[in-house]
């Protein structure tokens, strides 16, 4: 039952054919035999009936069942295509001229894409090592067939074609700007051109980062400058430099260095390389890294070796910055809690070291400052300094006493010496007092004793005394003279009966004037005394 079944099937299909005069044995081939195509691009159909020669047919081509080409003579067809329209499911069919038979072919299917493709370029690497080359890939997405041009370029001369250069991969030792494009079909059919590549070339030059200041470390709201110094090779003038860190440019510059002010955000690794200037791509490899630490602002601290200054002595204030890793500072005093202006030395002896001497009382702070322009640390605490007298060397408790002493001497004796003179002056006065009344009584009474006195004075010399009259004690200007003398005549003819005269004379000071009254004469008043004298001897005898 089954094999009658499938005996009957086959019958009617040979049946079919063979009233349909149709054969399967027509090939329909495109070319290019690409899967898609742009538009743009073209492509021939060729229609092989497989039988007798191509001139014993008709060819027919139909595009999803209907006609799109009619019977002609020709069994290539070129189709170019013009919009996406043009996709399909294409086929063709031959009739013999003579017999009128009929030969369909297979299927072809065709797709026409809208955008132009664009070529695209990749590279392994873009930086070539030194004495070294990378490899360069050009593709076309979506379809296949193609060929490649490759261009190259720089910043002084203008693109050209490499030559010799069609394959998808391509390996380059030179540094420069690469592009590429695909090219296929008859006319050839292009692609646009992909991206630019830069490639650049390792040369063996080093460079190095250098920081100025060279301070290990830096603080927040410092001032540093990163330097890009090449080790090897060239002329400074004929180099570019590129920056690579968290805030520094990274585009090429004439200059090899980078100023800017620290913050927290500034803190990372810093790195550097450059490039001669007459081919900008050839340069060398980027530096070891530069790693910058940020720390905060630090505070200045203040010790003093005394907080009172000695008589005669001073101070010595000490000012550093914490911590000790730092450097490069210097340090600024200033006396008093609002001053802003910092000593000089005027007000203080400044050290070699950093310190200073002060002989002056007062609330001193300080503070660091380093760079330029100059970063100043936090003000450190401040420290008063008194002026209270030091404790004296043990010697001056023995010099004090000794010096006291000697004063206390010197003003005794001259006690003494003014208290004697004073008697002695008291004792004077009494004595002249007395002599004024009882002068003339005691030189007649003491006759021998006043011979005896006279004796020892040889010649005619006299003697005479001032003596205050005793009726005017309160006139100074009242004298009283007393004159001894000898005649000297009556001694050569008796030497026993030889006088001694005495002559007392009694001047008083002319009273004053008074208006209206003329003066009175002055009395001068005249008192002999005889005495003898008991020597041979002329003498005169002044009585005190």
């Not at 492509?43 to 009619?70: A, L, R, S």
């Not at 026409?112 to 695209?120: G, Q, S």
Request: glycine content about 6%; charged content about 25%; some cysteine.
């Amino acid at each position: 039952m089954g094999a009658t079944l499938l005996c009957e099937l086959g019958l009617f299909l040979l049946c079919t054919l063979l009233c349909t005069g149709h054969a399967q044995d027509a090939v329909l081939t495109i070319e290019p035999s690409w899967s898609s195509f742009f538009i743009g691009e073209s492509v021939t159909f060729k229609c092989d009936m497989k039988k007798g020669k191509d001139t014993d047919w008709y060819y027919q081509i139909k595009k999803d069942g209907q006609e799109f080409v009619p019977y002609d003579s020709n069994k290539d067809y070129k189709l170019q295509m013009i919009s996406t329209y043009d996709s399909g499911e294409y086929q063709c069919s031959g009739e013999k001229k003579l017999s009128r038979d009929t030969k369909i072919s297979n299927t072809v299917s065709v797709t026409v894409l809208a955008d132009k493709p664009r070529a695209t370029l990749t590279a392994g690497t873009t930086i070539i090592p030194v004495g070294g080359s990378v490899t360069l890939t050009c593709s076309v997405q979506s379809s296949d067939g193609w060929k490649y041009e490759w261009f190259r370029r720089t910043q002084r001369t203008s693109e050209g074609k490499i030559r010799d250069q069609e394959n998808r991969d391509i390996r380059v030792s030179q540094g420069g700007i690469y592009s590429c494009r695909g090219t296929r079909g008859n006319p050839v059919y292009y692609t646009d051109i992909s991206d630019d590549v830069t490639i650049e070339k390792t040369i063996s030059n080093k460079v190095v980062v250098k920081q100025q200041p060279n301070w290990p470390q830096i603080f927040r709201g410092e001032t540093i400058t990163l330097t890009c110094e090449v080790q090897e090779g060239g002329e400074t003038p004929e180099w570019e430099y590129e920056w690579r860190g968290p805030r520094t440019p990274t585009q090429w510059t004439h200059n090899n260095d980078v100023t800017f002010r620290v913050s927290e955000s500034s803190s990372g690794d810093y790195m550097c390389k450059s490039r001669r200037r007459d081919d900008s791509y050839s340069s060398t490899e980027w530096s070891e890294a530069f790693t910058l630490s940020v720390s905060n602002k630090p505070k200045a601290k203040l010790r003093a070796d005394n907080t009172a200054v000695p008589v005669g002595g001073s101070v010595t204030l000490t000012c550093s910055v914490n911590p000790s890793s730092s450097s490069g500072w210097k340090y600024y005093y200033y006396r008093d809690e609002n001053s802003s202006e910092a000593l000089t030395t005027q007000d203080a002896v400044f050290h070699s070291n950093g310190q200073i001497s002060v002989s002056q009382e007062g609330l001193y702070r300080c503070r660091g400052g380093r760079g330029n322009p100059v970063y100043y640390t936090e003000d450190s605490q401040s420290v008063r300094i008194g002026k209270t007298a030091a404790p004296e060397p043990e010697s001056s408790s023995f010099l004090t006493p000794l010096i006291v002493g000697l004063v206390c001497g010197v003003l005794l004796i001259l006690l003494l010496l003014l208290l004697c003179r004073f008697k002695q002056d008291s004792f004077f006065t009494r004595t002249r007092s007395t002599n004024q009344s009882s002068a003339m009584n005691h030189m007649i009474k003491d006759e021998g004793q006043h011979s005896r006195h006279a004796s020892t004075v040889q010649g005619d010399a006299c003697v005479y005394e001032s003596i205050k009259d005793h009726d005017d004690t309160q006139n100074d200007d009242s004298v009283l003279y007393a004159q001894v003398s000898q005649d000297r005549a009556k001694t050569k003819k008796d030497n026993d009966d030889s006088l001694l005269y005495t002559q007392v004379y009694h001047n008083k000071a002319k009273p004053k004037r008074h208006k209206g009254k003329p003066a009175p004469a002055a009395a001068d008043e005249t008192v002999y005394s005889e005495v003898k004298s008991q020597t041979a001897l002329g003498n005169c005898a002044g009585i005190k």
